[in-house]
């Protein structure tokens, strides 16, 4: 850009100059398109990954909740986690069975992950399930689940004395 008026003189005219030419604002708009797609791809991104952090924060964060109830023990029962493949829920309840339509639990509906794999132990009976022993927090149930996506995959595990990672 120029910035100041100039008078020049060719085969005897004279000509004015002055604001941006056409190249330059093709140059400098072109640019400011490239480096703006790039941001807005990041950010889609982030927001995404910050999505899916959000869930497997709010399943850590219930199932340490209902090991500390368990810890607790207000009302002397064992509390679990309930793993629902199909619905992709995960259900906190108190006691040693999973009733659905009991009003006390708390789930959490997977929107932006799937329940991709449930491996917890022993092999006989309900594998779907974590009970945490009353007044202890430990659990027969060790083992990992995993919850996933096409683009993140994370693994929680399990083991005997009830401690989740």
């Known amino acids: ?19 941006f030419s056409l190249t330059e604002i093709m140059i400098t708009t072109s640019l400011f398109l490239t480096l703006a797609s790039i941001g807005v ?25 209902t090991r500390f109830r368990a810890l607790k023990n207000a009302n002397n029962f064992s509390y679990g986690i309930h793993i629902d493949r199909d619905n992709n829920v995960i259900t906190n309840f108190p006691g040693e069975i999973y009733e659905e339509e009991y009003s006390g639990n708390k789930s959490i509906t997977l929107d932006q992950l799937q329940i991709l794999e449930v491996g917890l132990l022993p092999n006989v009976g309900l594998t779907n399930e974590i009970i945490f022993q009353k007044q202890t927090g430990k659990t027969d149930n060790t083992g990992i689940f995993t919850l996933g996506n096409d683009d993140f995959q994370y693994i929680f595990s399990i083991n005997s004395q009830g401690v989740i990672n």
Request: hydrophobic share 25%; proline share 0%; charged share 20%.
């Open 1 to 19: 850009m120029e910035t100041k008026n100039s008078n020049c003189r060719a085969n005897g005219k004279t000509t004015l100059s002055r604001g």
């Open 41 to 65: 791809g990041s950010y889609f991104r982030y927001y995404h990954l910050s999505l899916v952090n959000n869930e497997v924060n709010n399943v850590m964060t219930l199932m340490r909740q």
